[in-house]
Nanobody, 126 residues
Framework: QARLVESGGGSAEPGGSLRLSCKPT????????IGWFRQAPGKEREGISC????????AYADSVKGRFITSFDKAKNTVHLQMNNLRPEDAGHYYC???????????????????WGQGTQVTVSS
């Protein structure tokens, strides 16, 4: 059984928007960092964003700054990734992941995250 479940993937036109969600199945997001990653066919996995569940700090890759926003809904124990102004190069399989949190830190690095979801597919085409 997956400990993280992603949803909200689909197809969008260039300039469109999608909203992804990541929800744990068996644990509460308390003092975790939650990251989003993506992988396009034939390319390496790319870190997208990070959010701290308690401090509210976020970090973004340069490729998505100003277009993507990650947020944490504590009441629903769910992390979201709002993706705006989508480009064809944004297409890929998107994963969320969690890791232990440390004060003042929110890394965009796969090694910081130990629990991963199975991902959700995003396509961007005209």
């Amino acid at each position: 059984q997956a400990r993280l479940v992603e949803s909200g993937g689909g197809s969008a036109e260039p300039g469109g928007s999608l909203r992804l969600s990541c929800k744990p199945t068996v644990f509460t997001l308390d003092y975790y960092v939650i990251g989003w990653f993506r992988q396009a066919p034939g390319k390496e996995r790319e870190g997208i964003s990070c959010i701290h569940s308690n401090e509210g700090i976020t970090a973004y890759a340069d490729s998505v700054k100003g277009r993507f926003i990650t947020s944490f809904d504590k009441a629903k124990n769910t992390v979201h990734l709002q993706m705006n102004n989508l480009r064809p190069e944004d297409a890929g399989h998107y994963y969320c992941a969690t890791g232990p949190a440390f004060q003042g830190r929110c890394p965009i690095a796969a090694g910081a995250f130990g629990t991963w979801g199975q991902g959700t597919q995003v396509t961007v085409s005209s």
